[in-house]
Nanobody
């Protein structure tokens, strides 16, 4: 089981990035895949999650309407489209897997990707 997060980088405020979580060794549509982020000096927080039924959960009020999670079953990936980025979105973003249902708690997930750094700065 492996998860590979990619797509991070440096972007100006107001810009967009699309993160991708590539799954290998399992079929991602059969699991809940969550995106988390961890800013310097802060704890890891749940951003968004899609479960095995395709239900979507968004956990952070400031990103609602700006971030969109989606799943591509053909590619076995779960993407996070991030628009209208703000400096406070700067963090390492991780994807993770758990069985069936989503959760906003990082401890509920047992497989993690390595993280991809998103820096929003002018």
């Amino acid at each position: 089981v492996q998860l590979q997060a990619s797509g991070g980088g440096l972007v100006q405020p107001g810009g967009s990035l699309r993160l991708s979580c590539a799954a290998s060794g399992f079929t991602s549509e059969n699991y809940a895949i969550g995106w988390f982020r961890q800013a310097p000096g802060k704890s890891r927080e749940g951003v968004s999650c899609i479960d095995d039924g395709g239900n979507i959960f968004n956990y952070i009020e400031p990103v609602k309407g700006r971030f969109t999670i989606s799943r591509d079953n053909a590619k076995n990936t779960v993407d996070l489209q991030m628009n209208s980025l703000k400096p406070e979105d700067t963090a390492v973003y991780y994807c993770a897997r758990r069985s069936y249902r989503c959760s906003r708690d990082a401890v509920a997930f047992n497989y993690w990707g390595q993280g991809t750094l998103v820096t929003v700065s002018s």
